[in-house]
């Protein structure tokens, strides 16, 4: 099986509840990328860093035994979003989605994608996002495709590892205020306590601009709130650095092409406007606000959050 364009790859990193569901829907109708359809959580059991207490290994870059089988290695990508809702859709929160992809036949793609290829992390990448669209029957092709963009939360940690085996990705880094971020984290069955929410907040946004600084033509930081008060400007400058056209689709949500008035299942954010932003922001305590703010002082500051409250 050969590619349905060279391979290069987009991956959007955001700390949890920071806008990177948001990012990724805005680019979903682009008509020179292949959008995945739910988080691509590349990560596998093997998957380790060195801060591996704070990110959970799905969110990680993917690792894998130096003695393996290609069929094994596809059973290896954690992928639970995609996996779960082809393989179980009544119990998916896309239960309503329309994703047309048997997943026999997706396999089937990747171990043929890697039959002539060598058996390396970057190729197990490329054979993962190239048999997806392969297999996607109701994908709504341009014929101008050029690019791959997958979303996993906190990817930014392993950005040296994909830019290792893929120097000519790009990595997208969204980053929100943290009292929003953690104030739509509480929403969630099982959210982080606010200490640990709002020190991997610290640690994400430091290595974030760490890596811009290494590799400025690689890595893109993007505040959020910058995203929803003026989506033109920031998409504009974005489609420059990652070489492809601007479009107006990239001013809102959409799933397969089709515009999103709210931003669900895929995360917590569901209206991505600036007045939401605050008023989600409003919904903690004084008391959270203040130990957020007296644990992210220094990066509160590189973002330009610290006048907030």
Same mark, same amino acid.
């Given at each position: 099986?050969?590619? &349905?364009?060279?391979? *290069? ?31 691509? $959580? ?8 060195? &801060? $591996?207490? @704070? ?20 059973? @290896? ?5 995609? *996996? ?13 989605? %329309? ?18 290829? %060598? ?6 990448? +490329? ?9 996607? *029957? =109701?994908? $709504? ?18 950005? %040296? ?6 120097? $000519? ?28 929410? #709002?020190?991997?907040?610290? &640690? ?5 601009? /760490? ?6 033509? =690689? ?5 959020? +709130? ?41 995360? /917590? ?8 932003? &605050?008023?989600?922001?409003? %919904? ?5 606000? #203040? ?16 006048? @907030?409250?």
């Amino acid at each position: 099986m050969n590619p &349905i364009v060279p391979f *290069k790859l987009f991956m959007i990193s955001a700390m949890y509840e920071n806008g990177g569901n948001a990012t990724h829907r805005m680019l979903d109708g682009h008509p020179e990328l292949f959008v995945y359809p739910f988080e691509s $959580q590349l990560g596998t059991v093997l998957s380790a860093n060195f &801060i $591996q207490t @704070l990110v959970p290994f799905r969110y990680c870059w993917p690792e894998f035994p130096l003695h393996g089988e290609v069929t094994q290695d596809y059973e @290896l990508f954690f992928d639970e979003e995609l *996996k779960t809702k082809l393989r179980a859709p009544s119990r998916s929160k896309f239960t309503g989605i %329309e994703l047309a992809i048997d997943e026999a036949e997706r396999k089937e793609l990747f171990i043929s994608y890697m039959r002539d290829k %060598e058996r390396t992390r970057a190729h197990l990448v +490329e054979a993962f996002f190239t048999a997806t669209f392969q297999s996607w *029957k =109701n994908y $709504q092709r341009t014929g101008q495709e050029k690019a791959y963009v997958g979303y996993s939360p906190v990817i930014m940690l392993d950005a %040296e590892k994909i830019l290792a085996d893929m120097p $000519q990705a790009h990595i997208i880094h969204v980053v929100r205020n943290p009292y929003s971020g953690y104030a739509d984290t509480k929403k969630r069955p099982f959210p982080l306590a606010l200490k640990k929410y #709002a020190w991997t907040w610290n &640690i994400a946004q430091h290595m974030a601009l /760490t890596y811009a600084q290494a590799y400025p033509h =690689n890595v893109h930081l993007i505040r959020y +709130e910058d995203l929803i008060a003026n989506p033109q400007a920031t998409m504009q400058k974005l489609s420059e650095q990652l070489g492809i056209t601007y479009t107006d689709s990239m001013l809102y949500p959409s799933w397969n092409g089709a515009r999103m008035e709210r931003v669900h299942p895929w995360g /917590t954010i569901h209206i991505p406007t600036p007045e939401v932003n &605050i008023a989600t922001m409003h %919904e903690l305590s004084a008391q959270e606000k #203040a130990e957020i703010r007296s644990t992210s002082i220094v990066m509160l500051k590189q973002f330009g959050y610290d006048g @907030l409250c």
